[in-house]
């Protein structure tokens, strides 16, 4: 059953990001050539900054849907009420938290925006944004109820109407009015009907929430969510600063239209990652369900295997990155809106580590391990930020994502080793280093291989030569890490039998 609910959950959510990743670039598209790419930038900055106010979510969210298993797989209705109704209230204290410190933050805006120069009022537009997140809270929770559950797909079907709506609507309106005041207001209204669809279609699906509840939650679990709380605000704080703070330094540093040109690369990289750990992330909820059974091997084989499966789509997405987005970035947007060969390497290796967390990650979520490694997102946070201003002094852009990838190593060189690898999955350090730094000198090798190789071939009509570079990095990193790796594995022999089994039924 767990197996039946991730595939459906992965394939509903490869549906929404090819969606995504189409009308996404059609809307970008549309707002470039319409308005400029300074607005671009703007979007792009305002969504990074937005961003670290969900540090007043604190991991609500994740701790909740954590202590969700048990009562959903026990058939409890009367614990999954209370758990619910008290993150109703958690939420609708965060989303007045998070308008009240996102209109605090509003003298702040022209420091990170020094050479502002657009007609529209920088606070209109921040406004707006500031709108959008806060309406993301309204209704929220409920979306909890159904990745606990393995629904996962649900959540995706009104993600992919959000996407229909907002984003083609925000193009009818750029192309009437080319206002992107009104581009902002569609986007808002689109988010709010969302969140009233998922909240219809939850207690459609679980009726019983209708139901007032008077119960409070056993103090047990309420001592397990704020200790689990205080560790997770580091991370999210963690979060930001590390995958949120590239905006804001090449803003302050290198002005809107750089901005407005990585965010360009952002949405190909982020729709990319999306899909690639589609498989990965889908199989949360049921980590969580097997981890509640406490069986050591079967723990580890369901790691192993899913680490395998991550580690192959990692490696030939990050040389697919390497060797197509930069033409097909000259092919959508131009010539003029393209980073050197040497920054996209440096994004695709970043691409590469950041998507290789997922697998550690899941098994940490869905343990439960929020509090034991509270401190190590600050040291993260800090060596981002320093490395960062320090990279981008010497070699510039490239700078400030080698800053992130050095501060990456905080996670890879003690949570994930010491609580994930040695403390939930029994294993020893030395063999998660050597396993480790196998894979990365594998990605490293597919990267430069498949990159010299499209390099080799002059093709002169960019669509072709995005097809020609597309093939070459399916087959040749692919035929790398099979060599190199998978074939050696017994995780191989068991996913080939489970995928037969799956066929043959």
Known sequence: MRTKYTIYNSIASLIFYFITIIIGLVNRKCLITLLGIEYQGINGLFSNVLSMLSIAELGIGITIIYHLYRPLAEHDTQMTKCLMAFYKKCYNVIAL?????????????????????????????YIWFLLDSVCSYLFTYKRSILIADQKNYIVTFCDILYQLTSKLGQVAVLLV?????LYLITMVICRLAENFLLNFLVLWKYPFLKEKTEDKLPAYI??????????????????????????????????????????????????????????????????????????????????????????????FSASGLFCVVTPLIQFIFGEELVFSDIVVFSLAVKFYI??????????????????????????????????????????????????????????????????VYKGLLKRTIKEYSINLLHLTAIAVLSMIVSYLFVNTFYIDT??????????????????L?????????????????????????
Request: proline content about 3%; aromatic content about 14%; glycine content about 8%.
């Open 97 to 125: 938290v998070v308008a009240g410190c996102g209109l605090l933050f509003i003298p702040f805006l022209p420091y990170f925006v020094p050479d502002y120069s657009l007609p529209q009022s920088l606070n209109q537009i």
């Open 222 to 315: 309420l001592e397990d969510i704020k200790k689990k709380v205080k560790g997770t605000i580091f991370h999210k704080m963690g979060s930001f600063f590390v995958l949120g703070v590239d905006n804001i330094l090449i803003s302050r540093f290198f002005g809107l239209a750089v901005v407005g040109i990585y965010s360009n690369y952002q949405l190909i990289i982020n729709t990319l990652k999306n899909v690639a750990v589609q498989f990965v992330t889908a199989a949360t909820a049921g980590v969580g369900h097997l981890l509640v059974e406490k069986d050591e091997e079967k723990n580890y084989g369901i790691f192993c295997q899913l680490q395998l499966v991550n580690a192959g789509i990692m490696n």
């Open 354 to 419: 950041t998507g290789m967390r997922q697998v550690y990650a899941v098994f940490k979520e869905a343990a439960g391990i929020l509090y034991e490694d509270r401190f190590i997102p600050l040291i993260e946070s800090a060596l981002n930020v320093v490395a960062s201003l320090v990279c981008l002094h010497f070699f510039g852009v490239i700078g400030v994502f080698i800053g992130t990838i050095i501060s990456s190593f905080a996670l890879f060189g003690y949570t994930y080793p010491v609580l």
């Open 462 to 479: 960019l669509f072709i030569r995005i097809i020609f570079n597309c093939l070459v990095c399916c087959i040749i990193p692919n035929f």
């Open 481 to 505: 890490f099979y060599l190199l790796y998978a074939r050696r594995k017994l995780e191989w022999q068991e996913l080939l039998t489970r995928i037969q089994k799956r066929i043959t039924r």
């Open 177 to 181: 009015t080319e206002n992107f005041i």
